[in-house]
């Protein structure tokens, strides 16, 4: 079974650091496209990064620049490096994949149950 567990959210200042973990079993390594979802209350859950399985990283626009989405495939690990959060960063975080070379749509077929980053 494919399974995706996220790790290191919490309370941070803004304009603090934080970084995100993803870590995913039941994967061939490097095989599937991985992204990070955020979802804040009241509000629809949106794509914050995702990167492909050779490594190429998309960006949503608010977080260019701030944000850094990395992987390692050996760990069967991704990352969000989070920069420079601001209060609008505050949301449940989620992590997911699917056997795709990019992950360009919202339906991934595999979740985590997410982790929360607040920015006060």
């Known amino acids: 079974d494919v399974q995706l567990v996220e790790s290191g959210g919490g309370s941070v200042q803004a304009g603090g650091s934080l970084r995100l973990s993803c870590s995913g079993s039941?994967?061939?390594?490097?095989?599937?496209?991985m992204a990070w979802f955020r979802q804040a209350p009241g509000k629809e859950r949106e794509a914050v990064a995702s990167i492909s399985t050779d490594g190429d990283p998309t960006y949503a626009d608010s977080v260019k620049g701030r944000f850094t989405i990395s992987r390692d495939n050996a760990k069967n690990t991704l990352y969000l490096q989070m920069a420079n959060v601001k209060p609008e960063d505050t949301a449940k975080y989620y992590c997911?994949?699917?056997?795709?070379?990019?992950?360009?749509?919202?339906?991934?077929?595999?979740w985590g149950q997410g982790t929360q980053v607040t920015v006060s």
């Open positions: 039941g994967f061939i390594e490097g095989n599937h496209c």
């Open positions: 997911a994949a699917d056997f795709l070379q990019y992950c360009t749509t919202q339906r991934l077929t595999y």
